[in-house]
Each structure stands twice: as structure tokens, then as C-alpha cells.
């Protein structure tokens, strides 16, 4: 079928409005599907445009398609099985890692492009790249190769399961780490405008190696705490890359949907910034994460905490009017999201309010809890973000929080405290507590939660699935 230049246009444009429709579903539970199936549509849309219009400019129809269909077939295999495969807990590390291939076809298709420029269409045979499209691959590759190294840090460190110490939550810093930065960044841009103003290979590739080396720098003095933010920020920066790109490969696709996935990152680090009281412009250049790392390297104290069983808990939960849950890490780790849904559900039917307190950075990913909560059909009505929920512990009988350790910490509001100023879900100030745990082991950033000490605390330490269930069989 031939394929004229408006039809591709018209289809670009459909599918750029259903990326815009699925960012507007994704901003809901309620509408979350309807929006994940607007950002299905939408691809499909784009990727068989683009292999199509692949083939067109080929000239080859048959040989075109053949490689077109290979990496289409490569490609989505792969994403399939590991989408399959995945659990809720390693949710992150994809994510990472899919940033990352993200950054690194950046990379390859600037390589290609400086290569072989008239077969993208930038230039006739044998002609010079034009100097703004020089530009746009020096900034396309720089940012798609600071993505896939510092993404691939991300994914050491989310994972934690590797010896590599580069691979660990702890942050990794040394003396003069923000100078050599700034120096290995402005050698960057010189050699970029090297590369933009006289073609130089040498300086292209340089530019390359030194953006590879600081994609690492970057996000090996975050710690663990601070690895929600990271997330969301290599998400902003493997958009700019693919903008980047489509600027000089002159794709409009690759322009918006660039430009939605890097300007919604951004906006939402910023969000998740405010929530944990950090700086968005030193998230974007690396610059936090040392503080809290440095207090997780010290011994913790051995002080004595009160505990109780699942029965001891059951009967307070029983005997309540109004109770809290707040979901962490640990819910995620043990798959407890049913089990805690069954506990609601008994408590609601001997009419005891029942809510759920989100704090925005929860879990190892933005909207980890949310994913959760939704997987095990929690009614969207008694999930409550943390500037709804916050007003309402003071009043609440009972707040039990389930494996969440630095998002309810009172450290927060204690001047000289790594995490000062960060908001909390001020589970505190219900009238009782109920923490279940594994241990008495610190959270991300490293610190004791006073919480945990407090009289009107009762700790319960196990597996957060078995627990709940137990709480669930004690409530009659």
C-alpha cells in the first residue's frame, strides 16, 4: 500500500492524541484502564506507521519488512515475557531497566544517523549534516547515554541483590564527587559543540564516553530512600533523548511522545520532590541523597519496644470505630494486598470505618501502593492520598501500618534529622498504633522511627501476608 507523507501525518497526530488521553486516564485509578488502553492504541499506531513509512523509505519493500518484522517480533517478545513474568516487588527494576533500552536506542540511532545521514533523510549523499541537526543528535545522544548508565545503576540498586558496590542502596560518595561532575559535565557540552560545529567524530564519540561516565556519577551518591525520585526522573530524561532524536531524524512521533513522557517525568519528580522535601534541581543533577545515605551507616540503638501477637491486634481492631491502614514496602514484598483487602472488609462488616493513607513515595516507585491496593480490588473510595488522609489519624482510634517505615517516621519534624521537613503520614497521632515488621531493621534512609517506641505503640513483627491473616481469623 503506498503511504503518502499526509496520511503518515494524520496517523501520527491520532496516536499522539491517545497519548495524551492516556496520560489524562493514568492521573485516576478510576480511569486507569480506559487510559492504558488509549497508550496501547496509540503505539500500535505509531509503530506500524513507522514500519510502514520504514519501508517506504527504503525503497526495498521486502527486505525492509523482514527487518522491520524481526525487531518487532524480537522486541515484543521480549517485553511480553518479562511483563508476564514480573512481580509487583521487582515492578521497579523493569522500569529502570526499560529506561535504559530507552536511553541506549537513543544512542544507536544518533550513532547511525552521524554515520549515515542520507539514509534518515537529514542529508543528501555525501552532503554534511546541517549544523542544527548536529544539535539535536549531540543533545539526543548525550541525554540517551546519561540515561542508560544511570539507569543501569538504578537497577542495582533497586534490585539489591548484587555484591557490586556501585549495585548497593548505600549512596557512594567521595571528596570533590560535585566538582568532578560539573567538569565532566561542561567537557561534555564542549565536545557536543565541538562535534555541532565542525563534524568531528573524535569529539562525538568523546562526548559519548563522557556522558556514559557521568549517567553514573549521577545517581551513585542517591541512596535507597531517595530511589522513587530517581525513577521518575530517568523517566523524564529517556523522553528528552527520545525528542531529541526525533528532532533530527525530522519524526514528529518521536517529538511528542518524547516530549509527553520527558515533561510528565519532570513534573512529576517535581511532585515527589515536594513530598520528600528535596530540591528539584538537585535531583536533576544528582546532587542529593547524601545526607540520609550517611545515617545509615551508623549502629542503631537496642531499646526495648512493645509487642503483641495477631490475636493482641485483632481484638484492638475488633473494638475500634475508626482505623487507618498505610501500606509499605513490606505489604509489597509479602503480597499481602488480599489478605489486608479481607481484613477491611471483615472490619467494615462490623461497622468500623475503614481507610487507606498513600504517601506519595511509598514503595520503591511512584503509585507502587496505589498499584497494589488496585490489584486486590480495594474500593478506590477508601484509598486517600496523604494531604487528605493527614487531618483525619488525630481522630482515628486505630492506625496500622503494614511494612511503610521512613513515610510515618516523626523524625521528619526534628531539626538536624537527615530526613527534617520531608511530609508524613502523621500516623502518630492516632490513638493507637499497630506496626507490623519483620524486624526492628531501619528503613531507607537508615534511621530509627521513634514511632516504633512511642506507649501507644504495639509492634508485631512477621510476615506481613501471614500476620494479617491471622488478624483475619482472630476478628469474629
Given at each position: 500500500m503506498s503511504l503518502s507523507m499526509n496520511v503518515v501525518t494524520l496517523l501520527y497526530l491520532v496516536a499522539s492524541v491517545c497519548f495524551i488521553q492516556a496520560l489524562k486516564g493514568l492521573s485516576h485509578p478510576t480511569t486507569s484502564i480506559r487510559g492504558n488502553v488509549f497508550g496501547m492504541v496509540g503505539m500500535a499506531i505509531a509503530i506500524l506507521t513507522t514500519a510502514a513509512l520504514i519501508v517506504k523509505l527504503?525503497?526495498?519493500?521486502?527486505?525492509?519488512?523482514?527487518?522491520?518484522?524481526?525487531?518487532l517480533l524480537v522486541g515484543g517478545t521480549a517485553g511480553a515475557i518479562m511483563a508476564r513474568r514480573v512481580e509487583m516487588t521487582k515492578m521497579p527494576e523493569l522500569v529502570a531497566f526499560m529506561h535504559s533500552m530507552i536511553g541506549l536506542a537513543a544512542v544507536f540511532i544518533a550513532i547511525a544517523a552521524v554515520a549515515e545521514?542520507?539514509?534518515?533523510?537529514?542529508?543528501?549523499?555525501?552532503?554534511?549534516?546541517?549544523?542544527?541537526?548536529?544539535?539535536?543528535l549531540f543533545l539526543g545522544a548525550a541525554i540517551g547515554a546519561i540515561t542508560f548508565s544511570g539507569s543501569v545503576i538504578a537497577f542495582g540498586k533497586l534490585s539489591g541483590k548484587y555484591k557490586f558496590r556501585l549495585f548497593q542502596g548505600a549512596p557512594v560518595v567521595f571528596a570533590g564527587q560535585h566538582l568532578l561532575n560539573l567538569v565532566l559535565g561542561l567537557a561534555t557540552v564542549a565536545l557536543g559543540l565541538v562535534f555541532m560545529f565542525t563534524e568531528s567524530w573524535p569529539a562525538f564519540y568523546a562526548m559519548l564516553a563522557l556522558s556514559f561516565v557521568l549517567g553514573v556519577l549521577i545517581i551513585i551518591p542517591i541512596g535507597g530512600a531517595d530511589m522513587p525520585v530517581v525513577v521518575s526522573m530517568l523517566n523524564s530524561y529517556s523522553g528528552w533523548a527520545a525528542a531529541g532524536i526525533g528532532f533530527s531524524l525530522n519524526n514528529s512521533m518521536l517529538i511528542i511522545a518524547g516530549s509527553l513522557v520527558g515533561s510528565s517525568g519532570a513534573i512529576l519528580s517535581y511532585i515527589m520532590c515536594r513530598a520528600m522535601n528535596r530540591s528539584f534541581f538537585n535531583v536533576i543533577l544528582g546532587g542529593f541523597g547524601g545526607e540520609a545515605g550517611a545515617a545509615a551507616g551508623g549502629a542503631q540503638q537496642q531499646r526495648t519496644v512493645k509487642s503483641g501477637s495477631p490475636d493482641d491486634a485483632a481484638f484492638i481492631l475488633s473494638n475500634a470505630e475508626s482505623v487507618i491502614i498505610v501500606p509499605g514496602y513490606g505489604l509489597a514484598v509479602a503480597r499481602a494486598q488480599h489478605a489486608v483487602k479481607e481484613l477491611a472488609q471483615k472490619l467494615t462488616d462490623k461497622g468500623v470505618s475503614v481507610k487507606y493513607a498513600i504517601h506519595p513515595v511509598a514503595g520503591r516507585m511512584p503509585g507502587h501502593m496505589n498499584v497494589l491496593l488496585a490489584e486486590a480490588e480495594v474500593p478506590y473510595d477508601q484509598v486517600f492520598e496523604m494531604e487528605d488522609i493527614n487531618a483525619e489519624f488525630g481522630q482515628a482510634d486505630v492506625a496500622i501500618i503494614l511494612g511503610a517505615n521512613d513515610v510515618v517516621n516523626p523524625a521528619a519534624h526534628v531539626k538536624g534529622s537527615p530526613i527534617y521537613g520531608m511530609?508524613?503520614?502523621?500516623?502518630?497521632?492516632?490513638?493507637?498504633?499497630?506496626?507490623?515488621?519483620?524486624?526492628?531493621?531501619?528503613?531507607?534512609?537508615?534511621?530509627?522511627?521513634?514511632?516504633?517506641?512511642?506507649?501507644?505503640?504495639?509492634?508485631?513483627?512477621?510476615?506481613?501476608?501471614?500476620?494479617?491473616?491471622?488478624m483475619v481469623k482472630a476478628i469474629e
Open positions: 527504503s525503497g526495498q519493500a521486502a527486505q525492509g519488512m523482514v527487518y522491520v518484522l524481526v525487531g545521514p542520507w539514509a534518515f533523510g537529514i542529508t543528501g549523499a555525501g552532503e554534511p549534516i546541517p549544523t542544527g541537526n548536529r544539535l539535536e511530609p508524613i503520614l502523621e500516623a502518630y497521632k492516632a490513638k493507637t498504633v499497630i506496626v507490623n515488621k519483620r524486624s526492628m531493621a531501619a528503613g531507607y534512609a537508615g534511621l530509627d522511627n521513634e514511632l516504633f517506641y512511642m506507649d501507644k505503640t504495639m509492634m508485631v513483627f512477621g510476615d506481613a501476608k501471614k500476620v494479617v491473616e491471622d
